[in-house]
């Protein structure tokens, strides 16, 4: 299993590419099952996820392609796959796919508006949480699905086809509105999704939508109306850029120290994250080509940050905001609303050195710690990476076990943050 070998103290100066969003990539491919026709998608991230769910497409009869990198082409501008789902073969998604990749169950809304019936395995709870999916059903079942759960499976039915409805989500979901979402499109008569999420990632959905001919009006709001169509064609799409790596290496950089520009990041994607970087002292400096983070010689100041829906404060950068806070002057909150588990990165960053207090969904971070390098246990995507950031500021070496988690979730990243000065490796155990 490789590892990732990195020695603290140098201080990051260059430019990171950002890459496409995964978070994006994986619905939009799954979108691909709505269509006949193909589905063209434009720096999709080379990532293991993306990997693995064009094999769980390739189940349900997905021609999924990659085409070659050419020549002179820079190693970060992700690729481009086309998917065209001509024929669905097989409508169930077995437990052994699901249960390695949670957002394999979106599946679900696909396959049960364009075939009428699936069989999705139930996820299953993960390292952040239970994470249940009652509302990914419950939206289905307003636009007129059966849901029976037999054996772990939900067995999901709409022999006539889906039928449009208002659809109103007690709890904003990003998994319940892509459901209702890529339900909606091909269901009969109006829909209308209310309390939906407005994570870009859901307005990237969207616009791909209507490109492929669908009818859908206020995605980034709180109300989506929708108007369904009998069918969808294909479509060219640009997978939008990965607010949550941009956010990642933003706080990477305030960590050491020094200056990046993010290439292509966008900095309306993750204003939040940037207020909190520009309260605990890094200059941000959004420009046409991307943002800018500098952060030079002045101390951090403590921030405290609660996590939210967007345009919240996001989840997915709670771990690196935390690692980031170890080197504050003084103590921050840290308050994660999200996910009921999500503290998985204070046990491996105690082992840096980190003085973290945690009171049910509070961490309380102590500034000024003393970081030494230390071995260390990725255990989920975005806790992995903040081990990263704190080892990029800890005296000595650190070594990441585990690093198939990052592999998940971010791009190329030793490449990345070396290229900038970082000392950091990748080690391969044959
Ligand atoms: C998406 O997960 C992301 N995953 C997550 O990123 C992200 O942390 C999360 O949204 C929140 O932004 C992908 O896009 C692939 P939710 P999702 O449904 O859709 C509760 C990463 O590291 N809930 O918005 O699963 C749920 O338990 C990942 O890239 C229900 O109660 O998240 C949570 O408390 C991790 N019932 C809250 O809603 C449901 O049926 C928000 O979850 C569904 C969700």
Same mark, same amino acid.
């Given at each position: ?26 619905? @939009? ?22 990997? +693995? +769910? ?53 599946? +679900? ?63 904003? %979901?990003?998994?319940?509105?892509? %459901? ?51 069918? +969808? ?40 994250? @940037? ?86 969904? @509070? ?68």
């Amino acid at each position: 299993m490789d590892r990732i070998r990195i020695v603290g103290g140098q201080k990051l100066n260059g430019s990171i590419a950002i890459s496409g969003a995964k978070n994006a990539a994986l619905p @939009l491919m799954i979108a691909s099952l709505l269509s006949r026709d193909t589905l063209t998608l434009h720096g999709v991230p080379r990532l293991s996820d993306v990997r +693995l +769910l064009m094999r769980i497409l390739g189940n349900h009869g997905v021609d999924a392609a990659i085409s070659g990198k050419r020549a002179g082409q820079a190693f970060d501008n992700g690729d481009t796959i086309t998917l065209s789902a001509r024929d669905i073969v097989d409508t169930t998604a077995p437990y052994e796919l699901v249960a390695k990749m949670r957002a394999s169950f979106w599946v +679900l809304a696909p396959l049960v508006a364009r075939m009428g019936e699936a069989r999705v395995s139930l996820p299953g709870g993960c390292a952040i949480g239970t994470r249940p999916v009652d509302l990914l059903l419950m939206a289905l079942e307003r636009l007129g699905t059966q849901i029976e759960i037999d054996a772990g499976y939900v067995v999901a039915k709409a022999p006539k086809g889906l039928i449009g409805n208002r659809i109103h989500f007690p709890k904003v %979901t990003v998994g319940g509105t892509h %459901t209702a979402l890529m339900g909606a499109v091909l269901a009969r008569g109006e829909s209308v999704i209310e309390n939906a999420a407005r994570e870009p990632e859901i307005t990237d959905l969207a616009d791909c939508l209507i490109k492929m001919g669908a009818k859908i009006e206020g995605a980034g709001t709180s109300t989506i109306r929708v108007e369904g169509v009998t069918s +969808l064609t294909g479509a060219h799409h640009t997978v939008l850029p990965d607010r949550i790596e941009a956010g990642t290496y933003a706080m990477a950089v305030a960590m050491a120290g020094g200056d990046v520009l993010l290439e292509h990041a966008r900095a309306d994607l993750f204003q939040s994250a @940037l207020d909190s970087l520009t309260a605990s002292g890094a200059e941000i400096i959004a420009t046409n080509e991307g943002v800018r983070v500098k952060r030079n010689g002045a101390g951090l100041r403590p921030v405290h940050v609660t996590t939210e829906p967007f345009p919240g404060f996001p989840t997915d950068l709670q771990a690196q905001f935390m690692a980031l806070m170890l080197k504050a002057n003084g103590t921050s909150h840290i308050r994660e609303t999200i996910f009921e588990n999500r503290f998985m990165h204070v046990q491996e960053l105690a082992r840096l050195g980190a003085k973290i207090k945690l009171d049910g969904d @509070l961490a309380i971070v102590e500034g000024n710690a003393a970081l030494k390098g230390a071995p260390v246990m990725a255990t989920d995507l975005r806790a992995s990476v903040s081990l990263v950031i704190a080892a990029l500021a800890a005296e000595g070496e650190t070594m990441i076990h585990r690093v198939y988690h990052l592999d998940r979730g971010f791009e190329a990243l030793e490449q990345k943050l070396g290229r900038c000065g970082a000392e950091i490796e990748r080690v391969s155990e044959r």
